[in-house]
């Protein structure tokens, strides 16, 4: 059976929040909002190695939630200057076979199910990354596209292990914008799979009354 993998990468800062703790760090329904993403993986898969990527000036607060809230079983990594060198990081400290999972420390909403159908399709096809229709009309450059052929990118993006760690032997570019972008730029396909409007990234106050909304529905 193919070992399993997630690495968390959060490194907010808390600016667009208008926080002074940085967002992963945030309380929602009793737990930092980081600790509820550990959770929905280990719920999903009981045997998973949980690699948590974070800013080293963070370590220290990481360790005193720790302490106080109930947590599961992870690793801490320290985290780069970009979200490229951050999931290089955490690739670093992992076996070369098998399967991870990369995904964002404030999305706490991602279901086992979804976790479960990307590692089933990445084990099958290499990669799997969670995408979902754009509701809104989408314009370009000022030019109207057909919102169908649009779908909005979330998390986990999840491969085998040896293929992602071939991708990120390149060099850094801007136009890396997740670590789909990277395997895309290795020659790789990239498989969609369905996600959900649930799946939410919390980066914004307004995002915070949603997952209270959320949270509440559960």
């Known amino acids: 059976m193919n070992k399993k993998y997630a690495i968390i990468v959060a490194g907010g800062s808390g600016s667009r929040m208008k926080s002074d703790i940085p967002k992963q760090f945030i309380e929602i329904g009793g737990l930092p909002i980081l600790m509820h993403t550990l959770k929905r993986f280990k719920e999903a898969e009981p045997e998973i190695e949980l690699i948590v ?3 080293e000036s963070q370590f220290e607060y990481w360790n005193q939630l720790c302490d106080k809230y ?12 970009s979200r490229f060198q951050s999931g290089l990081n955490g690739l670093k400290t992992i076996d070369n076979e098998g399967l991870v ?8 909403f991602v279901s086992p199910a979804i976790i479960q159908e990307s590692f089933k399709v990445a084990a099958e096809k290499g990669t799997a990354v969670v ?6 009309s989408v314009r370009v450059n000022g030019q ?34 997740d670590d789909a972008s990277v ?28 997952a209270e909304v959320i949270l509440g529905e559960k």
């Open 131 to 136: 995408s979902v229709p754009s509701k809104d």
């Open 144 to 177: 109207a596209i057909d919102r169908s052929t649009v779908r909005l990118i979330q998390t986990p993006q999840t491969f085998q292990v040896s293929l992602i760690k071939k991708a990120f032997e390149t060099e850094e570019l801007s136009t890396f914008t």
């Open 53 to 55: 990527v974070l800013p």
């Open 183 to 210: 395997v895309e730029h290795a020659g790789f396909t990239i498989n969609l799979i369905e996600g959900s409007y649930e799946n939410i990234k919390i980066t914004t106050p307004e995002d915070l009354l949603w």
């Open 101 to 108: 999972a990369i995904h964002d420390g404030v999305r706490p």
């Open 70 to 81: 109930p947590t599961v079983p992870h690793r801490l990594v320290s985290g780069g200057s």
